[in-house]
């Protein structure tokens, strides 16, 4: 059981970059997908979260209207299209995946890309 984590890079503020997760070994549809990141000096956030239960999707505030999470079943990829990229963005990105729901633990983990946006 793998997820794989692509797409990361150096952009400049207002950019745009789309992260790629792709799953090994189990399939999306019975499990929560989120994506979380971490700063420097920073504890880990949950950016987004996509249930598969009830269909449902959570995104924190400071990413609202700027960060769009999609999947392809047939390729078992998930996407995290960034837009309007700021400085504060810059992290390590990770996906991960949860049984079901987005309240319940994290079983799997992906090795994390690196999301930079100069100013």
């Known amino acids: 059981v793998q997820l794989v984590e692509s797409g990361g890079g150096l952009v400049q503020a207002g950019g745009s970059l789309r992260l790629s997760c792709t799953a090994s070994g189990f399939t999306f549809d019975d499990y929560a997908i989120g994506w979380f990141r971490q700063a420097p000096g920073k504890e880990r956030e949950g950016v987004v979260c996509?249930?598969?239960?009830?269909?449902?999707?959570h995104y924190v505030d400071s990413v609202k209207g700027r960060f769009t999470i999609s999947s392809d079943n047939a390729k078992n990829t998930v996407y995290l299209q960034m837009n309007s990229l700021k400085p504060d963005d810059t992290a390590v990105y990770y996906c991960?995946?949860?049984?079901?729901?987005?309240?319940?633990?994290?079983?799997?983990w992906g090795q994390g890309t690196q999301v930079t946006v100069s100013s």
């Open positions: 996509h249930s598969s239960d009830d269909d449902s999707t």
């Open positions: 991960a995946a949860a049984l079901s729901s987005c309240h319940n633990p994290y079983d799997y």
